[in-house]
Every structure is written in structure tokens, then in C-alpha cells.
């Protein structure tokens, strides 16, 4: 019963390429987010949302964007994609009030920048 | 921001012996921490929280202390299994604002339990 779906799981791309990485949930949850997991330095937030069309900047957006149009779904944009950016990226989504406590994460999507 | 350190960065334990992570997280208006579990290739999971109004809480074979006067936390798993062994990270939630529901997670660690 998969509840957060990550289109891609194994993405490579070159220097310079425009990259999207997609997010759906079907849980109704209000908030969802995007973090990159590397090595050594956990999971870091890039960037969240709390409603549609509203997303607010985690600890480390600079060379991505998002979109959400929608509630259910939650786009991570890579505009110019860097080899810096080669990582795993993992969405999840909560419920806003006491539900927002709990983190229900993706399979993550593991992108390789040439 | 909120920033959390978390220690060791690996850890090595034999089967049925106990390991302990620990953590430090920098705000104290922080009110909530989890502790998320994640296995080779698999999403990170939900083992166990505490909330800034309690200092222990147990589930099974996993306890966690929280010591605010210190911004410490910690993790202990009792009587390991293989089945443990996994990356675990600690996490904490600012209070208030659009910080609601964001996590900011520690550095994991790397639990390996020995047969």
C-alpha cells in the first residue's frame, strides 16, 4: 500500500539538463516536502509546503525549485542541473496539527548529474 | 535555524548487546523529536518519538530520554537483532510559524549488529 510515490527511481542526467522529480500521495495530506540525502550529512529539507501553491525554502534551495499545484502532488525542479546535485532525494508528506508529528517518506529517487 | 548533531557516525555491536546514539539539537523552543529508522535501499520509518513535555519514553526493545536542560537526546536499543541494524537518525520540530511540521534531521548513524 504505497502512500507516497516518487515517479523515478533511478534518474541520470548531464550538466546543464533540466530536471523534475515528481511526488503523489494519497493520503490528503496537507504539508510535503523534499529533502537530500547524502553521507555523512542526513536528510536535508530543500524546500516545503503547507498548502497548495504555497512552499516555503528549507535549509539548502539554492539551485532548485518546486511546484505544487496541486495537493497531492509536489514537484522538485532542478533548472540547470550540476554535478553537485548528484544525491538521493526524498519526498514526504505530513498532516497538519497533532498528525503533523509523523513523516510518511517516498522510496526516494536517486539522480546522477554527468 | 535548528541544527542537530548526532553521535557516533557508525556504530558496531554484537548480537543481544545494547547500542546507544545520542543527539544535540540547538533550539530550545523545539517541543518534538522522532527517531526514524532506515534500512538498506528502503524509506525511513518511524520507530519512536517523545515530545518536550516528557523525558523517557520506552516501546518495545527502544528507549529515548530526552534532557532539555542540555538539548540532549538519546536512542538506546536493547538486546540487538540483525534485523536492527539499519541507519537511524534523530530529528527535532521547531515550535510555531511555517516551521510547523518541518524536521530538521541529525547526521544518522550507522548501526551494524553482528551475529
Known amino acids: 500500500d504505497v502512500k507516497v510515490t516518487q515517479s523515478s527511481r533511478y534518474l541520470v542526467k548531464r550538466t546543464g539538463e533540466k530536471v523534475f522529480l515528481e511526488c503523489v500521495q494519497d493520503m490528503d495530506h496537507e504539508n510535503m516536502f523534499w529533502y537530500r540525502q547524502d553521507p555523512g550529512l542526513g536528510l536535508r529539507l530543500i524546500y516545503f509546503s503547507y498548502d497548495v501553491k504555497m512552499k516555503e525554502k528549507g535549509d539548502i534551495p539554492e539551485g532548485y525549485s518546486v511546484s505544487r499545484e496541486k495537493k497531492e502532488r509536489f514537484s522538485l525542479i532542478l533548472e540547470s542541473a550540476s554535478t553537485n546535485q548528484t544525491s538521493m532525494y526524498l519526498c514526504?508528506?505530513?498532516?497538519?496539527?497533532?498528525?503533523?508529528?509523523?513523516?510518511?517518506f517516498g522510496a526516494g529517487s536517486r539522480l546522477t548529474v554527468l | 535555524g535548528e541544527n542537530v548533531e548526532q553521535h557516533p557516525s557508525t556504530l558496531s555491536v554484537q548480537e543481544g548487546d545494547s547500542a546507544v546514539i545520542k543527539c544535540t539539537y540547538s533550539?530550545?523552543?523545539?517541543?518534538?523529536f522522532p527517531w526514524y529508522k532506515q534500512e538498506l535501499g528502503k524509506r525511513p520509518q518511524l520507530i519512536i518519538d517523545?515530545?518536550?513535555?516528557?523525558d523517557k519514553r520506552q516501546g518495545q526493545r527502544v528507549t529515548v530520554l530526552l534532557n532539555k536542560t542540555v538539548k540532549h537526546l538519546s536512542l538506546q536499543i536493547a538486546a540487538t537483532q540483525p534485523g536492527d541494524s539499519a541507519v537511524y537518525f534523530c530529528?527535532?520540530?521547531?515550535?510555531?510559524?511555517?516551521?510547523?511540521?518541518?524536521?530538521?534531521f541529525g547526521q544518522g548513524t550507522i548501526l551494524t549488529v553482528h551475529p
Open positions: 517523545i515530545r518536550s513535555n516528557m
Open positions: 514526504a508528506s505530513s498532516l497538519t496539527g497533532h498528525g503533523a508529528n509523523v513523516l510518511t
Open positions: 530529528a527535532e520540530r521547531g515550535a510555531g510559524g511555517t516551521s510547523y511540521g518541518k524536521l530538521t
Open positions: 533550539d530550545s523552543a523545539s517541543n518534538y
